[in-house]
């Protein structure tokens, strides 16, 4: 059984930057994770004029979407009225998910465009399709 440490840390007294302090540890076992059968999605959405990129993670993917078209969470999405989903992947396990968001967050945007285009050539919105 694989045991992944996930720490939030708190500054230390008087300091905020003091990377030392530990607020709370949790564990979660990937084996969990699989057994729980769950899915989690990574996701694209991007404004009407496809000018704007979101990359985020989910367990309820058309909860998400909801919300972010809705405008009921407030930041980026909101500002930027990113409300048209085009593209998206699906994970049974959470971990995989997670690092497969950092990895589509750390690309360039020519990168996530040609991503984009291997499955949405026309940038349609997805979630006609989806439910």
């Known amino acids: 059984m694989t045991i992944v440490k996930s720490c939030l840390r708190e500054p230390a007294e008087g300091r905020r930057d003091d990377p030392q302090r530990i607020q709370s540890t949790k564990f979660y076992s990937l084996a969990d994770n699989i057994n729980m059968s ?3 999605y990574v996701y694209i959405m991007t404004n009407k004029n496809n000018t704007v990129l979101y990359v985020g ?4 993917l058309e909860r998400r979407v909801y919300e972010h078209k809705n405008k009921l969470l407030s930041g980026f999405t ?3 009225n990113v409300t048209k989903l085009v593209y998206y992947e699906n994970f049974q396990n959470i971990n995989e998910a997670i690092e497969r968001e950092n990895q589509i967050k750390s ?3 020519w990168k996530k465009d040609r991503l984009i285009n ?4 026309e940038w349609k919105e997805l979630d006609d399709d989806i439910w």
């Open 78 to 80: 909101k500002k930027y």
């Open 57 to 60: 993670m989910t367990n309820d």
């Open 107 to 109: 690309y360039k945007r």
């Open 38 to 40: 769950k899915e989690y």
């Open 118 to 121: 291997r499955v949405n050539i």
